[in-house]
């Protein structure tokens, strides 16, 4: 039987949502729920219902979340990917244990870029949206660095860890910064995160809380 992987969480855990379960290992567990083939295209559905998974486990509990489309043959290979990065799963569980992510978006006005030939599908757009999102291909310019870091200073009592990255398309050149901070300590975030002053003609997005995906190091 195969099966599709959410996270990684404590042996001990508050459970998983309808649909899912638990199997463990060394004092670890992966959130599963059975699956039979799945197709190089996923639709939107398939996505969202994927995220909110991960999202109702991360509410209930520390979780290293995985990205969509982690599929294990069975069972062993499960408990094998458990003992093998024990270690691992084990100190990102403790650092991540009671935090959440929270995001800024820093919209900027349109660069040049080259639009693609053909529109891609739904299930293809949100991938590479995905793939936008996780990567850190993309360097930020000077103007770019100076706005992160002003907004990282700003929210540096706030949070305890950050990443950033950027990306293009023919309407905007997006900036993305990401926090790591308690689940206690959202509102506070928000708050400091209401007097950042964006640029003359950017916006600025506020996003979250969110599972930590920015901050999962997960194996390949």
Not at 86 to 107: D, N, P
Request: hydrophobic content about 40%; glycine content about 8%; aromatic content about 6%.
């Amino acid at each position: 039987m195969r099966y599709l992987l959410y996270g990684i969480v404590r042996e001990d855990s508050a459970g998983c949502p309808p649909g899912t379960h638990l199997l463990t290992a060394h004092g670890l567990a992966a959130a599963v729920s059975a699956v039979e083939e799945m197709g190089a295209s996923p639709s939107v559905a398939s996505l969202l219902a994927y995220e909110r998974v991960v999202e109702a486990i991360h509410a209930r509990q520390a979780v290293i979340p995985l990205r969509y489309g982690c599929v294990m043959e069975n069972e062993s290979a499960v408990v094998r990917l458990l003992e093998d990065h024990r270690q691992e799963f084990g100190a990102q569980l403790a650092r991540l244990l009671g935090m959440t992510e929270m995001g800024i978006r820093v919209l900027w006005p349109a660069r040049a870029a080259v639009p693609p030939a053909v529109p891609p599908s739904p299930g293809a757009a949100y991938l590479a949206s995905l793939r936008n999102r996780y990567p850190f291909g993309n360097a930020l310019d000077g103007e770019e660095t100076q706005l992160a870091d002003r907004i990282a200073g700003l929210l540096s009592g706030c949070s305890t860890e950050q990443r950033r990255e950027v990306s293009s398309s023919s309407q905007r050149r997006l900036l993305s910064l990401y926090f790591l901070t308690s689940k206690d300590g959202v509102e506070r975030f928000r708050s400091e995160a209401r007097k950042i002053c964006p640029p003359s003609g950017a916006k600025i997005l506020l996003s979250g809380p969110w599972p930590p995906y920015n901050f999962a190091e997960s194996p390949e």
